[in-house]
């Protein structure tokens, strides 16, 4: 008999099945067609059991920030939007660039993550402080955003990295001359990243890739230790409706029609979607801040896309599991027999109003605010623990780091 039985349909392998997922101290031990006791069981009828989600870019905020957000706060909204782990980006106020900084970082972590993490390490000229710590991935900003450092040496700090690099592709000469920041500023930074890339050989991961350009040139150069991420709100927001209201500034920003339907229409070959959740408090939105929240609509939105026949479900899985655990070289999360038991349950038809005061993230506000969405998450597993369920966090936090054996090359 088994500690905790999943019972009702799971997504594996491209397919939905239905039986039994069998769980002790907190690993799979079985996964069955079969019913399987267990000392507890819970059944699933309308849900779908999926590997737990990861989003590969969010900002947490806390240290000197802490009026944007917590690790604590953040976390918490990763679980809820059904997401088990979350990779931390470094600029953070301070920044992570030196070794006791990134140990203060880890020592939060280890005390306030709700949700699983991986830690991240920033940058710009700082490659001996760099070489005092492993990281599990390296952020690299190519010109000016939240934060406002970036690298003057692209090239240097990217072959500084000990592991995968996570770069924010926005040259930083073309913001001087066009602060404005239209596709030519992220085409230009992104063909920069691949001439090194291809020439240097290691990791590189393009964040936030806005412009259909952008993605065809990465997808040119068809490089196995290169990849990319697309947000939803480059997926499902455009200038029209920035222009409608001013809280939707990003970097890099809400592109016209044109660039949102070519990503729609490479969507099939994007390997990864994040949200690069990226909290402010309502004043400093007003005062021009540029970040979207997005950490508890993200995988609602992929769902609700599905009930459209814009995606599949298996799509959710490939770009927000399968790929990362893939790329990043995360261990032990895979969906099978002997690896951790952290699943996010959906279900896939619920109907459900948008509305951010019920949110955990500090983030007063969402782009989606009393839309109806169809598709939701409900029910977070961590481990073998239940740490949401019906919108409730039940859990202390039981975060931990994540197994990132990639180093780069």
Partial sequence: MHELVLKGKFLL?????????????????????RDLKGERNIRFERELILPGLIDTHVHLRDFNQRDKETIESGTKAAIHGGITAVFDMPNTEPPIMSAKTFERRLRILERDAYADYAVGFLLAGNCEEA???????????????????????????????QGVVSLHAE??????????????????AIEKALKSARRIGKKLNVCHVST???????????????SFEVTPHHLFLTRKHYRKNKLLKVYP??????????????????????SDHAPHTLEDKESGAAGIPGLETEVALLLDAANRGILAITDVVEKMHLNPIKFFGIRGRSFKTGNEATFTI???????????????????????????????????????????????????????RLDVQSNGN
């Fill in 346 to 400: 959906v279900n896939p038809k619920k109907e459900w109003i948008v509305k951010p005061e019920e949110f955990y993230t500090k983030a007063e506000w969402s782009p989606w605010e009393g839309q109806k969405l169809k598709g939701k998450v409900v029910m977070t597993v961590l481990r073998g623990k239940v740490v949401m369920e019906s919108d409730e966090i039940v859990s202390k936090p039981l975060g931990v």
């Fill in 131 to 161: 070489s005092l710590t492993k990281a599990d991935f390296y952020k690299i900003f190519m010109g000016a955003s939240t934060g406002g450092l970036y690298s003057e040496d692209f090239k240097k700090d990217y072959l500084c990295a």
């Fill in 171 to 188: 040259d930083g000469e073309l913001i001087k001359k066009h602060p404005h920041r239209p596709p030519e500023v992220e085409i230009r």
């Fill in 13 to 33: 392998d491209g397919k939905v099945l239905e039986g039994s997922i069998g769980v002790d101290s907190g690993l799979i031990s079985r996964i069955s067609l």
């Fill in 212 to 226: 259909e350009k952008g993605v065809r040139a990465i997808l040119r150069e068809n490089l196995p230790w290169v």
């Fill in 253 to 274: 920003p809400l592109r016209d029609e044109k660039d949102q339907k070519g990503l729609w229409k490479q969507f099939r070959n994007i390997p990864i979607v994040a």
